[in-house]
């Protein structure tokens, strides 16, 4: 059984920074992409950031410059360092892997993590 655990979120002010972390554990025979999503009350889930195996990275328009993606394949850990964070950040940030549950480059599949709540507000 894999699981992701999100951790790092919570209420901060505008302009301020957080670092937010997920760590997946299990069985795990490999990772492929690790990404965030967020999803603000009444919208639906959108793509804040993606980084694949190899290090190539996909940043959301409106977090360019402000948002960093990083894993640490060692602990099997991605990583979403938020700066400059604005009022229209707020939301739950999903993380979300593609990770392969067999040997070989076997048994590929998509898992979400329970998702962590960021307020920004003054």
């Known amino acids: 059984q894999v699981q992701l655990v999100e951790s790092g979120g919570g209420l901060v002010q505008p302009g301020d920074s957080l670092r937010l972390a997920c760590a997946a554990s299990?069985?795990?025979?490999?990772?492929?992409?690790m990404g965030w999503y967020r999803q603000a009350p009444g919208k639906a889930r959108d793509l804040v950031a993606r980084?694949?195996?190899?290090?190539?990275?996909v940043y959301a328009d409106s977090v360019k410059g402000r948002f960093t993606i990083s894993r640490d394949n060692a602990k099997n850990t991605v990583y979403l360092q938020m700066n400059s964070l604005s009022p229209d950040d707020t939301g739950v940030y999903y993380c979300?892997?593609?990770?392969?549950?067999?040997?070989?480059?076997?048994?590929?599949?998509?898992?979400w993590g329970q998702g962590t709540q960021v307020t920004v507000s003054s």
């Open positions: 299990g069985t795990i025979f490999g990772i492929n992409a």
């Open positions: 980084i694949i195996s190899g290090g190539s990275t």
């Open positions: 979300n892997a593609g990770i392969y549950f067999a040997p070989g480059g076997r048994g590929l599949r998509n898992y």
